[in-house]
């Protein structure tokens, strides 16, 4: 070896020994706070408090601890007690120097859950949890009541204030008692919800039918109580009667228990469930694992699904309804509310999250478990069980109907319109990455043809500009040649009969002219499909295509440009040719070659769409200007353009 690479030297002179940073645990937590909590962003910030509400569950479901206290205070601190057996103050035997306290809020892979120990179950399981909170918290206190003492210790962003501190006597108290500031370096601007946080902590009663929860919140916003205490002895089926309040359900009484695994699986723990079904509302199912809620669902789900979908069939099978092997998973969830929640030792999350359970035996372990008691619960109540069947063959029967009819619908669209050279269909069979253009005029559809790429995209030329659809009467629309055009070739109905499961493409995206008809054309589409399709757009299948109304060719290179503004840029620096820099405006898409057409508008390597989007925070507004603008009512048109023609600086004409 070269002596200069022995001596540590590096032959690019930048990248050696030097060039690698080790850094402690409490600033690589500050660093890549993604690794710990999942990001700087709202959720990961509310994270943060259910990581120390989660250690006085864990109090609590051990057996330790009766009631939790969450409270938000005015400035913006929040503090997490609970009456437990409090946070060990002894020097630690590996660290003598320091406390067992210190450890836990400043150690990485330091907590009591390693062993098994001090939790049969817990929701804590990397010992990450209170040093992560605690690095990127600006200000952060722990008080102790243990043996009839009080500590105290204070942290600043993971680093100790000082030493752990004997208050005084306690003889009164006990348990653990957090406090913290989520510290803005991290997170900015944002700040803790007492909505949020009040959801937290009910739902947190609601898992463990054993602990009280109290609430209290200096921060009004105007919805949330100032003081609640939440205790709930039916558990789960409580909280699933209190989602389903006032919605219609087919079971009088929904399907819920609790079961102790005991020594019949490698892993004891137990399961606890509520199921009901409803007409009323979309399903859905909130699954739980040691009182930590699991949005992406894993094994536990996997297995709940898994008894309910054999039980049913089965209950099917023994009333002689054949149609009951046709029930899938998904029809179970379709009006199926249901809430699952499982307590196991040493549970194996994905991610320090823990948004999705993997322990591989939990699956069997919950089928087993529920499986037994729902064939006895469907038994027992013969008519809530016939009506569920009975729900859910009829949602089977509109599944299967939907499949075949999308299956037949891209071999018959063509015939369906009737009009030949209208639809140039894809030769794609699934809609997983299709587009639709709708073209404006069939000189456009002639170039797209060559443009597009025939597997995934196809083209719907329309003529001139179609019906505006605000104020039309229902005959108008569906005698409408050109919406009826359009309806048919994306294999869905207008209005209540849309169903958005049936949509045959992937995008739809309308391609107009870049000037003002183009746009009153976009406009006229965009408002039918905000009428008559309106789930499409709130799934983020429409879009608009941006053709350019310039190219610019100086010798071999060529660009294209949006606008006046983007054109006069590069006329001033040039587009990296020789000589004369030749202008081509674009009167509309029927002047544009394959090649260009490709390049600016149909290639999703090189095009720019616009996702058609409407206001998350106020829908209603959406909908009332659209109803000024395109409305039967031209004096609301006219005072909009008194209103907003201030802001309008020049008119191309």
């Not at 030097?18 to 990961?44: N, Q, T, W």
């Not at 789960?236 to 309040?245: I, N, P, T, V």
């Not at 057409?597 to 090189?606: Q, R, S, V, Y």
Request: charged letters at 25%.
């Amino acid at each position: 070896m070269p002596d200069d690479l022995l001596s540590g030297a590096s032959p690019e002179g930048s990248y050696n020994a030097a060039s690698i940073e080790m850094l402690d645990d409490m600033e690589h937590v500050r660093l890549r706070p993604g690794m710990y909590i999942g990001g700087k962003d709202d959720r990961a910030l509310h994270h943060m408090v259910a990581e120390i509400v989660d250690n006085s569950m864990d109090e609590a479901v051990a057996g330790h601890a009766t009631w939790i206290e969450i409270e938000l205070h005015e400035n913006g601190h929040v503090t997490v007690r609970d009456n437990g057996r409090g946070i060990p103050v002894d020097p630690h035997p590996k660290v003598p120097s320091k406390s067992a306290l210190e450890i836990i809020f400043c150690t990485l892979n330091a907590g009591g859950k390693f062993s098994g120990d001090s939790y049969q179950t817990s929701g804590g399981l990397h010992g990450v949890g209170s040093s992560v909170v605690n690095a990127l918290s600006d200000h952060l206190r722990v008080e102790v009541a243990l043996n009839k003492e009080l500590y105290a210790m204070e942290f600043s962003r993971g680093l100790p204030q000082g030493a752990l501190a004997r208050i005084g006597a306690a003889p009164n108290r006990r348990g653990t008692s957090v406090t913290f500031h989520p510290d803005p370096e991290i997170f900015g601007s944002l700040k803790l919800k007492p909505a949020r946080l009040f959801k937290m902590a009910r739902s947190k009663a609601y898992l463990f039918s054993g602990v009280e929860i109290r609430w209290k919140s200096a921060i009004a916003d105007g919805e949330t109580p100032a003081a609640a205490t939440f205790r709930f002895p039916g558990g789960l089926s409580d909280y699933l009667g209190e989602r389903l309040d006032g919605a219609t359900v087919y079971a009088e009484r929904p399907f819920a228990g609790l079961v102790e695994f005991g020594d019949k699986f490698s892993v004891p723990g137990k399961v606890e469930w509520a199921i009901n079904w409803t007409p009323a509302r979309d399903g859905f199912i909130q699954s739980y694992c040691n009182t930590i809620p699991t949005p992406e669902g894993g094994t536990h789900e996997a297995g709940f699904w898994a008894a309910i979908l054999k039980g049913i069939k089965a209950y099917g099978e023994l009333v002689n309804n054949k149609k009951a092997a046709t029930i899938t998973r998904d029809d179970l969830a379709t009006g199926g509310c249901a809430l699952v929640s499982c307590f196991i030792r040493e549970p194996e999350f994905v991610g320090q999250t823990k948004d999705r359970l993997a322990t591989t035996e939990a699956q069997r372990m919950v089928e087993n478990s529920v499986r037994d008691h729902f064939d006895n619960w469907l038994a027992s109540d013969t008519k809530s069980a016939g009506a569920i069947l009975d729900f859910l063959v009829l949602r089977a029967e509109e599944r299967l109907r939907r499949r075949q009819e999308k299956e037949t619908a891209r071999k018959t669209a063509t015939k369906k319109l009737r009009l030949p050279g209208k639809l140039t269909d894809c030769s794609a069979t699934n809609r997983d990455g299709t587009e639709l253009f709708i073209v404006e005029g069939d000189s456009a559809g002639g170039s797209a043809k060559m443009a597009r790429d025939r597997k995934t995209q196809a083209l719907l030329p329309l003529r001139g500009k179609i019906l505006n659809v605000l104020g039309a009467a229902s005959s108008k629309l569906t005698s409408n040649a050109e919406i009826s055009d359009l309806s048919q070739a994306l294999g869905v109905g207008l209005g209540s009969k849309f169903v958005l499961d049936d949509l045959r493409y992937d995008k739809v995206i309308i391609m107009t002219d870049a000037d003002v008809d183009g746009a009153h054309i976009a406009a006229l589409l965009m408002t039918f499909f905000f009428t008559q399709m309106r789930p499409m757009i709130d799934a983020g299948h429409l879009y608009l295509a941006c053709p350019p109304l310039f190219r610019l060719t100086q010798g071999a290179h060529r660009v294209y440009c949006l606008d006046e503004a983007e054109r006069d840029a590069w006329m001033e620096k040039g587009i990296g040719g020789k000589g004369k820099i030749d202008v081509s405006r674009f009167k509309g898409l029927g002047e544009m070659d394959a090649k260009d057409l490709k390049d600016t508008t149909m290639n999703p390597a090189t095009r720019k769409l616009i996702r058609v989007t409407i206001d998350e925070d106020d829908p209603g507004e959406t909908g009332d200007l659209v109803e000024r603008l395109m409305g039967k009512k031209p004096e609301l048109r006219f005072q909009y353009i008194q209103e907003n023609a201030r802001f309008v600086e020049e008119l191309d004409v």
